[in-house]
């Protein structure tokens, strides 16, 4: 019989709500015996770029042990928990996390930004003031965040008693999860190749970092990878359109340069030493062992980067995600052992299948990678031909998703006005982008549809960093690679991930209908047992009443 992952993408989201998926089986992680929240610790993990349509191709081939399976069948599976933006990058997503509120109020809509001041691309979370420590070329702090967070809300209610460690592998994911105030919030520099943080939240890094480091370094985990086993359910293991990281197209894949810290970053080995770390911080930072809750988030980032190297479809992800998950089920046993905790599982946003195989999914078959180098060049060319050569560029930057134009050309005249219009009109002609958004004319009607509307005007914070906000077209990404696949549109592949969460005596259940992004916040802010941040007042049974049901023992 035909699986249903076989199914085309678009045919998925407009039908696999109506399907009835059942658990796979798998061993139970030990639960805690606590009646009812708040629990010793409460735990988020975050497989950066998930789609709730990816996970469902892969489900089935999971580790019947890993974390997903076993979290799938001893908790609640929700299969798609929608972003509520278009805007849908890691920065954002982690940030939307945290505070429970999208980019239009939090602030956060990109990964990078130009410094119109340093004439240089940066970190969103750059602040140019607060150095990451071991760097003076390199500044982070969560300033630019507009919102308070679950994290400093657990601070907060807790009289500073609590205790909140984030790791990953990017500041943009540690960052706003960790918040104002952690005992300890770290990730992955790959100038420094070790694990750090700012001035901003640590005047030092603690004593047993460094100690773990030196026993810990990433040269020992990158070892070759071969598969675990055949995917060719998948298709050829060469399929047109993958490849990146520095890798072959095809397994085994190795580093062709010992010293290459990015190309280890795309392995499942990266994983191996962000859990290290975990387990180390966990007992170092005494996670969960008095009544106090505290809170522990870990984002995995190579399930990112190999799937924007080979696709979600490939047998790298494949292969990639069976393995991570079942380092996520061995740590989740390994902390049962230790102490009592929640869990909560989820993505920070979908991805895009391969422009190749596009027409797989029922997607237009003019979907095609989109290059931010060579379209500003294309409006460049285009503003130089209308309104006449200049000394300097009429384009400053075109760092995606946003366009910064030169503003002392644009000066405040009626002729702004003129060139904005024109800007817009370029933009919305080129092949493969889809929809353009001219910040400066607030909330104008971008499309027929009001939802549509909704998810893009969500995504321009109060003080947008650039002038337009562009978006590929469906079926298409914009990368600046010839090869893999990219995400940040408002098309569904990319605004739908999967929820799991488990803690003692839930009734599982699976969940096929979508709820909003905000639910995964407040099912933490259950567990946690304290109160909504103060932007948003409203209580869980209000946000998410079909989740409620089970959330009492």
């Given at each position: 019989?035909r699986?249903r992952?076989?199914?085309?993408l678009?045919?998925w989201?407009l039908h696999?709500f109506?399907s009835a ?7 139970n992680?030990?639960p805690?015996?606590r ?12 497989y950066?770029q998930l789609a709730?349509?990816?996970l469902?191709?892969?489900?089935n081939?999971l ?7 076993t979290a799938a069948?001893?908790?609640?599976f929700v299969?798609r928990?929608?972003?509520e933006y278009a ?8 940030a939307?996390?945290a ?7 939090h602030?956060i809509?990109?990964n990078?930004i ?5 004439r240089k ?6 602040d ?9 070329d390199r500044?982070a ?9 679950l ?15 984030a790791?990953?592998m990017?500041d ?7 918040g104002?105030?952690?005992?300890l919030?770290?990730?992955f ?9 700012t ?7 603690p004593?047993?970092?460094?100690d773990?480091q030196?026993h810990n370094?990433w040269?020992?985990y990158?070892?070759p990878?071969?598969?675990l086993?055949n995917h ?6 060469d399929?047109k359109g ?8 095809t ?6 340069n010992p ?7 795309c392995m499942?080995q990266?994983?191996q030493l962000?859990?290290e770390?975990?387990?180390r911080?966990?007992i170092?930072?005494s996670l969960g062992?008095?009544?106090i809750p505290?809170l522990l ?5 190579s ?6 190297a080979f696709?979600?479809?490939s047998?790298e992800?494949r292969?990639?995600?069976i393995?991570?998950d079942?380092?996520?089920?061995d740590?989740l ?6 102490t ?8 920070d946003?979908?991805?895009?299948p391969l422009?190749?195989?596009?027409h797989n999914?029922h997607l237009p078959?003019t979907?095609?990678r ?6 500003k060049a294309?409006?460049?060319?285009a503003?130089q031909?209308r ?7 009429w384009?400053e ?8 134009l030169?503003?002392e050309?644009?000066g405040?005249g009626?002729?702004?006005t ?12 080129r092949?493969?982008?889809g ?7 607030p909330h ?12 893009l005007?969500?995504?321009?914070p109060?003080?947008p960093?650039?002038?337009f906000?562009?978006?590929p077209s469906?079926?298409?990404i914009a990368?600046?690679?010839?090869e893999?696949t990219s995400?940040g549109?408002p ?10 969460f ?5 009734k ?7 709820v ?9 802010a ?5 109160p909504?941040p ?5 209580p ?5 009443p079909?989740?409620v049901?089970y959330?009492?023992p």
């Amino acid at each position: 019989m035909r699986s249903r992952f076989s199914l085309p993408l678009f045919a998925w989201l407009l039908h696999f709500f109506l399907s009835a998926c059942g658990a796979s089986s798998t061993q139970n992680l030990p639960p805690p015996h606590r009646p009812s929240p708040p629990y010793p610790l409460t735990v988020l993990l975050i497989y950066d770029q998930l789609a709730s349509w990816a996970l469902l191709l892969h489900e089935n081939a999971l580790d019947p042990a890993g974390a997903i399976p076993t979290a799938a069948k001893e908790g609640v599976f929700v299969e798609r928990m929608r972003y509520e933006y278009a805007v849908t990058l890691t920065a954002p997503g982690h940030a939307s996390l945290a505070t429970g509120l999208p980019p239009s109020i939090h602030g956060i809509s990109t990964n990078y930004i130009w410094d119109r001041l340093r004439r240089k691309i940066v970190s969103i979370y750059d602040d140019g003031v607060h150095p990451v420590i071991g760097r003076q070329d390199r500044f982070a702090s969560l300033a630019p965040l507009r919102a308070i967070t679950l994290a400093d809300r657990l601070v907060e209610h807790g009289h500073g008693r609590a205790r909140i460690v984030a790791i990953g592998m990017k500041d943009r994911s540690v960052l706003p999860l960790g918040g104002r105030h952690p005992a300890l919030s770290l990730w992955f520099d790959t100038k420094l190749a070790r694990f750090t943080s700012t001035t901003a939240l640590h005047l030092q890094l603690p004593k047993w970092l460094d100690d773990f480091q030196a026993h810990n370094d990433w040269r020992n985990y990158a070892h070759p990878w071969f598969p675990l086993r055949n995917h060719s359910d998948l298709g050829p293991d060469d399929a047109k359109g993958e490849g990146g990281c520095g890798f072959d197209s095809t397994f085994p894949h190795e580093l062709t340069n010992p010293g290459d810290v990015e190309a280890f970053l795309c392995m499942p080995q990266a994983t191996q030493l962000l859990f290290e770390l975990a387990r180390r911080g966990v007992i170092e930072e005494s996670l969960g062992e008095d009544e106090i809750p505290d809170l522990l988030t870990i984002s995995i980032a190579s399930t990112d980067y190999i799937g924007h190297a080979f696709g979600p479809e490939s047998w790298e992800v494949r292969d990639h995600l069976i393995r991570v998950d079942r380092m996520a089920g061995d740590f989740l046993r390994w902390l049962s052992s230790r102490t009592h905790y929640a869990l909560v599982i989820t993505s920070d946003h979908g991805v895009a299948p391969l422009p190749e195989r596009a027409h797989n999914h029922h997607l237009p078959s003019t979907a095609k990678r989109v290059s931010s180098v060579e379209e500003k060049a294309a409006l460049e060319e285009a503003l130089q031909a209308r309104f006449g050569p200049t000394r300097s560029s009429w384009v400053e930057a075109w760092v995606v998703p946003w366009v910064y134009l030169n503003r002392e050309l644009m000066g405040d005249g009626p002729n702004s006005t003129e060139i904005r219009t024109f800007v817009l009109q370029h933009l919305l002609k080129r092949p493969g982008i889809g929809f353009a958004i001219d910040v400066h004319s607030p909330h104008s009607p971008l499309s027929d549809s009001e939802d549509l509307n909704n998810l893009l005007w969500a995504s321009v914070p109060p003080d947008p960093p650039g002038d337009f906000l562009v978006f590929p077209s469906i079926g298409s990404i914009a990368d600046d690679g010839p090869e893999g696949t990219s995400h940040g549109s408002p098309h569904p592949y990319d605004l739908e991930v999967p929820l799991l969460f488990f803690a003692p005596r839930l009734k599982p259940t699976r969940l096929h209908s979508p709820v909003p992004f905000r639910c995964a916040t407040a099912i933490l802010a259950h567990f946690l047992a304290i109160p909504w941040p103060r932007e948003n007042q409203q209580p869980l049974p209000s946000l998410c009443p079909e989740l409620v049901p089970y959330l009492s023992p």
